[in-house]
Nanobody, 125 residues
Framework: QVQLVESGGGLVQAGGSLRLSCAAS????????MGWYRQAPGKQRELVAE?????????RYSDSVKGRFTLSRDNAKNSLYLLMNSLKPEDTAVYYC?????????????????WGQGTQVTVSS
């Protein structure tokens, strides 16, 4: 089984910073793309940023967070981080970690897409 566990959410004033962490654990054979999504009340879940394995220069950010958020990854720890600076009230949402993970079972390899449970980020004005 695979688990994605997020941490680092909280309440912050506009202009402040937060750092989200996501750690993947379980019978992991390999991890390809890892990313952060967010969902605000009444809105659809949207991509914040994502990165493929080993491609530190190949990071995709949503236009709304470019220049403010920085995505990083520690492949040795199966972990993903999101440094969020200059936070705005419109960044308020539940942030979810997601990853394309291949697990190793008795009968072979099983690729699948996994989600974390989410962490709340609230930015006050």
């Amino acid at each position: 089984q695979v688990q994605l566990v997020e941490s680092g959410g909280g309440l912050v004033q506009a202009g402040g910073s937060l750092r989200l962490s996501c750690a993947a654990s379980g019978s992991i054979f390999s991890i390809n793309v890892m990313g952060w999504y967010r969902q605000a009340p009444g809105k659809q879940r949207e991509l914040v940023a994502e990165m493929a394995s080993g491609e530190s220069n190949d990071i995709r950010y949503s236009d709304s967070v470019k220049g403010r958020f920085t995505l990083s990854r520690d492949n040795a720890k199966n972990s993903l981080y999101l440094l969020m600076n200059s936070l705005k009230p419109e960044d308020t949402a539940v942030y979810y970690c997601a990853a394309d993970i291949t697990t190793q079972g008795e009968r072979g390899l099983y690729p699948d897409h996994y989600w974390g449970q989410g962490t709340q980020v609230t930015v006050s004005s």
